[in-house]
């Protein structure tokens, strides 16, 4: 069989589209200098008697670069359209792009939705008003969408993961699979790696990790982050002081370093990891029963089975989470019995919580500083002082009057962070530290890739580009929503 | 002012001694010395043959002794074995007569012990890694700093333009490319025989030897050259510098819509003028911290950019030092990059004070 292009039968698209980019670059740059000398359009007196400044050549030019740009969308578009129905005929991007065709339903399904009812939808539905927010929004959910389908439903992937094929070692994208039976996907799209494995089906299941790692350990990040950093700033004082003081030691600390104390076999074996779980897992435990007492407290006929409902879901999340085959720390020294094996519904094997324990620690000491920077200034206004004089508690205060006020920025950084924290994990994987070699994380991948990246880059391109891609989506999503959120 | 710069390096030295204090107890624990020993002695020694190899080197004392020691403010320890008669210690070696033999000797007394990795000093190890790096820093500030500022300024003197939004998506974009990305992606483009432009540019002669740039930077340590260096210092100044030109952007843009901007427009002052003279050194105070609090953070593309480019700097002796467990080796790299990460807060801090006339601290 022929190895594929990568745009097959579409290949008389490339010029229109290489012209098309070609054009709309020369486009901007020539706006760009335009707009440095300043403007000569006159002005022109309408029949109504208002006067309109002439658009001139700015305006003329402004004009074509919109459209270049819509044809430009509109080619990718083709491209996609095309390539869904005709599949590897239009190459390697057709072939992808049929693969990947639950994710764009998914992403039209998504958008129609969130574009229909978008007034109704609060912040998130404003997102749909800015441009470079929808943008970011598409790629996030693009990756989220191909994560958990080809992570947890397995479609999508073209062939096994781990499985090593014979004949396809270092093989450029498009090569026909060696031996192919009936019913095997006939091609490697994006190439073979030097383990001779789908280097496409790898970057989607590596998908899955990045997805659910980075957004979790940023969510516990941020539960650390508020559960410290509110007091810190509320109350001031000496609390204070401790708290930052041991956040910039954290932060003090050069990041790669830390990684390589914690992440390391033998301190994986003292049980160091398995402590911090302990102490940095409880914090969400904390935060929502500080934040269901301090609202409920005055009827505790509705407080009590509340909290004994919530607390006891998050309890046994919290134990089976921190403990493995029955014991929560295991070494010669100690021995700390955890949640009995069948009770125990959340698997996480050591070298993925070392990484998560690690990420989680790291992020925190800055959520920290940003919650109780916010509190600082919160704390001085009206409403804090009329709560006060109600009577209200420091914590009623602090989780129902601070909280949603300084909720805005805290959004965006949530945002920011998922992204800083996926470089992070990319980080962990390109030194080799935590994750197992085989695993199909993107960091990882790039590291087992780039020895031979002279040769073969394309192994390591492709997840290098799907980190790039991911994250810059999570930073034009952060900035779509501060635009909104300023707004109003 | 005086007495802010004292309390500041009180905190510091506290915050150093703590954080040295945690690289010391987590590479001293037991698996670790028990590795260390085990590479160091034979990987199929006994566990009593473990203990007593750790025992003679002093390695099983409490951790606040040993961290005593470490520092030069305890007497090091001493081991005499009767079987072999012969007498060593943490300051001197077996066979030094009794009136060398030194009781002290730590970081206070400038030792700082001996790499288990390199079989050196660590002192002189350190020194001729940091220069390297220095170097590296060095092209790294001289390309990153102004073209930070450039496009922050540049982006930021007429908000909303076209100018504005091509440049702000270029610094959203370099910030979101890790030193891993932008690196794996310049080698395969730039640096790949095979693949990239560099095979098309040697086809039209316009290049004379077989790529645009060197992959490795190992021949820059010794000669740098455009074509050896530029690409791990691209690589580290293209994620700080997207950080770096929004704040320098934001700060831009503020200072434009100033009262007095407005007075200088109305007053007929040239735009170009107005720009470079008045906006400019205001707008300028911000980044000044920003650049000073990233320094930090290039030790991170450090470390990542000479691991990728195999540049046998600071950041590839920390990754040698801590992947190999060689104890006192880690402590001096962790002393430095303490040491520069609390010097660039306080400098970021003193400065911001000069800077910033409205600024008094009593």
Redesign the interface.
């Known amino acids: 069989m022929e190895p594929l292009t990568w745009t097959g039968s579409l290949a008389g698209l490339n010029i229109i589209f290489s012209i098309l980019i070609a054009l709309l670059a020369l486009g901007?740059v020539v706006?760009?200098l335009l707009?440095?000398v300043?403007s000569t359009g006159g002005r022109a007196m309408a029949a109504d008697g208002t006067l309109a400044a002439e658009k001139g050549a700015a305006g003329f030019l402004?004009f074509i670069v919109n459209w270049l740009f819509f044809g430009f969308i509109a080619l990718i578009l083709i491209y996609l359209v095309l390539g869904i129905f005709m599949g590897t005929g239009a190459g390697i991007f057709g072939g992808m792009a049929r693969q990947l065709l639950p994710v764009w339903i998914a992403l039209i399904v998504t958008f129609s939705l969130s574009i229909t009812f978008k007034r109704r939808l609060g912040l998130y539905g404003k997102l749909f008003d800015s441009t470079v927010g929808m943008i970011g929004f598409a790629i996030v959910m693009f990756w989220v969408f191909a994560g958990v389908m080809g992570g947890v439903f397995d479609m999508l992937v073209t062939h096994d993961s781990l499985s090593q094929f014979s004949g396809m070692k270092n093989k450029l994208p498009g090569t026909p699979l060696r031996g192919a039976e009936e019913g095997d996907f006939q091609w490697f799209l994006l190439g073979g790696d030097n383990l001779a494995r789908d280097v496409f089906s790898r970057l989607i299941k590596g998908a899955w990790v990045v997805v659910l790692i980075a957004p979790m350990a940023t969510i516990f990040a941020f539960m650390v982050g508020i559960t410290l950093g509110l007091p810190a700033g509320y109350y001031s004082g000496r609390l204070d002081t401790i708290l930052s003081?041991l956040a910039?030691?954290i932060l003090?600390?050069?990041?790669?370093?830390l990684f390589?104390?914690?992440v390391?076999p033998?301190?994986v074996?003292?049980g160091?990891p398995n402590y911090m779980a302990a102490v940095l897992f409880i914090f969400p435990v904390i935060f929502f029963a500080v934040l269901l007492n301090s609202r409920y407290y005055t009827q505790p006929s509705f407080r009590t089975p509340l909290l004994i409902v919530v607390l006891g879901g998050m309890m046994w999340a919290y134990l089976s989470l921190i403990s493995n085959d029955g014991v929560i720390v295991s070494n010669d020294n100690v021995l700390i019995p955890g949640l009995p094996e069948i009770l125990d519904w959340i698997p996480m094997p050591p070298e993925i919580l070392v990484v998560f324990v690690s990420v989680v620690f790291v992020n925190s000491p800055t959520v920290f500083r940003i919650v109780r920077g916010l509190a600082l200034d919160i704390k001085t206004r009206d409403y804090v002082a009329a709560a006060q004089t109600r009577g209200e508690g420091a914590w009623y205060i602090m989780l129902w009057e601070i909280l949603p006020n300084a909720r805005g920025p805290l959004i965006v950084d949530f945002c920011l962070r998922i992204?800083y924290t996926t470089?992070l994990l990319?980080?962990l994987g390109?030194?080799g530290l935590g994750l197992e070699s085989e695993s199909p994380d993107w960091?990882s991948t790039?590291n087992a890739?780039?020895r031979l990246?002279?040769?073969y880059?394309h192994a390591?391109?492709a997840p290098?580009?799907a980190?790039?891609s991911l994250?810059?989506g999570?930073?034009?999503l952060a900035?779509g929503l501060r635009e909104e959120s300023l707004r109003d | 002012m005086g007495l802010f710069i004292i309390r500041r390096l009180g905190v510091m030295l506290l915050t150093a001694l703590c954080l040295t204090f945690i690289v010391f107890w987590l590479t001293n624990l037991y698996p670790n010395l028990e590795k260390l020993a085990k590479t160091q002695g034979n990987f199929r020694m006994s566990d009593e043959a473990v203990a007593s190899y750790l025992g003679d080197r002093g390695y099983l004392q409490p951790m606040p002794v040993k961290f005593g020691q470490w520092l030069g403010v305890l007497p090091g320890w001493v081991t005499e074995r009767e079987e072999a008669d012969e007498t060593f210690g943490r300051c001197f070696s077996a066979g030094t007569p009794e009136a060398e033999r030194s009781t002290f000797c730590g970081v206070i007394q400038g030792d700082w012990g001996f790499s288990t990795v390199f079989k050196d000093e660590v002192g002189p190890t350190v020194a001729t890694r940091l220069a390297l790096t220095g170097k590296l820093m060095l092209c790294v500030l001289l390309l990153m700093v102004p073209s930070a500022l450039i496009v922050g300024v540049l982006a930021g003197m007429r908000e909303g333009s076209k100018l504005d939004r091509s440049l702000s998506t270029f610094s959203i974009a370099t910030t979101a490319t890790p030193e891993y990305v932008s690196g794996v992606i310049f080698i395969a483009v730039l640096a790949s025989s095979k693949f990239g432009i560099s095979p098309l540019l040697a086809e039209w002669g316009w290049i004379d030897g077989k790529t645009l740039f060197l992959g490795s930077a190992t021949s820059a340590m010794a000669d740098a050259t455009f074509w050896n260096f530029f690409l791990p210092v691209l690589t580290i100044s293209l994620y700080g510098m997207g950080y770096i030109a929004r704040m320098t952007r934001a700060s831009m843009t503020e200072v434009m819509t100033a009262q007095y901007i407005r007075t200088a427009r109305l007053k007929g002052v040239k735009f170009s003028d107005i720009v470079l003279k008045h906006a400019l050194r205001n707008a300028l105070i911000a980044p000044f911290t920003v650049i000073m609090l990233q320094i930090p953070w290039l030790l991170n593309g450090v470390v990542i950019v000479e691991t990728l480019f195999n540049y046998k700097g600071f950041g590839w002796l920390l990754v040698q030092a801590a992947s190999n467990n060689d104890i006192e080796l880690l402590l001096a790299v962790s002393v430095v990059s303490v040491i520069v990460v609390l010097v660039t807060q306080l400098i970021s801090d003193i400065g911001y004070v000069y800077l910033n006339p409205r600024i008094r601290i009593s």
């Open positions: 901007i706006q760009i707009s440095l300043p402004g003081f910039n030691l003090a600390f050069p990041v790669i370093l390589y104390l914690l390391t033998e301190i074996l003292t160091i992204g470089i990319g980080t390109f030194f960091g790039i890739g780039r990246l002279s040769l880059p390591a391109i290098a580009l980190l790039l994250v810059l999570l930073n034009l900035d």
